[in-house]
């Protein structure tokens, strides 16, 4: 079966980063990838960003899944949102809990499983729907098995395949597809990418998120210091090694978080591709 590949970016705020962000697209799309997602800021708060860069993606003809929570909007908001998306084409939504964004109070939290079934309630089978899984453990889930468990609610509630949080260890992917599928998850699981660049924000980020650096790759790339072409370099040599390794075992395609950046992701998927095309 053919692979897919598909990129993450995160809405600029800015006029001048939206048009950069138009750039880094356009020369992504030539890798020719199944789509681009757009993330949804927590509490709503890029709404107007995202569904923008999404219906400009859509309208330059290029397949793109707008990330959809529903933070604190009532259900109304987010219907008028899904026909929005509807009527411009788009045909794939990443449907997402999210996080209650610091200083917004007691936002309700609404379940990635709920909005699952309110996208299908409201617009039947028209989109394809992702979810996000956690090889290495959501930080709220109650145990491992429980956090696998849930995935499943969200999948047999009608989400067609799932994406999951980066990682860096290949084994927790692994393991976690054998734990799905004794649990009796038949889905498609595909694995989130992350790029390492910046190590003080990757370390910073990945505490928060779910993720783990293990040990000898975080003192390796504290050991390279401020050098931080010497981080990209074994970042790049590393992260890609990783895709391969996921590849060869199986993994049904792989989601980049690009961090808006061209490279080092282009390098990647063009290395990826060359061995599983
Ligand atoms: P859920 O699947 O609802 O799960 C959240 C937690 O609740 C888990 O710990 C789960 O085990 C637990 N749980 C689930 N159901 C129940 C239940 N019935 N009872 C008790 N506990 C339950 N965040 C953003 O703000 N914007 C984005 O665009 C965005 N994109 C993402 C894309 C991907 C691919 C991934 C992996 C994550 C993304 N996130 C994004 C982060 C995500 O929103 C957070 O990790 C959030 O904390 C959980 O969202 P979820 O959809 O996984 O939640």
């Known amino acids: 079966m053919a692979k897919r590949y598909s990129f993450e970016f995160f809405p600029p705020k800015t006029e001048a980063g939206r048009d950069k962000l138009a750039a880094t697209r356009d020369e992504l799309n030539s890798l020719s990838p199944d789509f681009f997602s757009v993330t949804y800021g927590a509490g709503g708060s890029t709404r107007d960003n995202t569904r923008g860069i999404v219906l400009e993606t859509k309208a330059a003809g290029i397949d793109v899944a707008p990330h959809l929570s529903f933070g604190g909007d009532e259900e109304d908001a987010v219907r008028a949102l899904l026909d929005q998306y509807r009527e411009a084409g788009v045909r794939r939504i990443v449907a997402l809990r999210g996080d209650i964004p610091s200083g917004m109070g007691a936002t309700r939290l609404v379940y990635a499983r709920e909005l699952v079934e309110f996208i299908r309630q409201h617009s039947g089978d028209h989109f394809e729907l992702e979810v996000a899984a956690y090889p290495e453990v959501h930080p709220d889930a ?60 990757l370390a910073r980020f990945s505490r928060n998120c779910g993720a783990e650096i293990p040990r000898w790759l975080a003192r390796k790339l504290e050991g390279y210091g401020q050098d931080a072409d010497s981080i990209a370099k074994f970042g790049e040599e590393f992260v890609t090694e990783l895709c391969h390794i996921l590849m060869e075992g199986g993994a049904p395609g792989i989601h980049f978080y690009t961090m808006n950046q061209v490279q080092p992701v282009k390098r990647m998927l063009e290395a990826v591709k060359a061995s599983h095309p």
């Open 142 to 201: 109650p145990s491992y098995e429980q956090d696998v468990s849930y995935l499943k609610d969200k999948l047999d509630a009608g989400a067609n395949s799932a994406i999951t949080q980066y990682f860096f260890n290949a084994d927790a992917y692994f393991y976690f597809l054998e734990a799905c599928e004794k649990a009796g998850i038949d889905k498609p699981i595909y694995p989130g990418i992350m790029p390492i660049t910046n190590y003080a924000n």
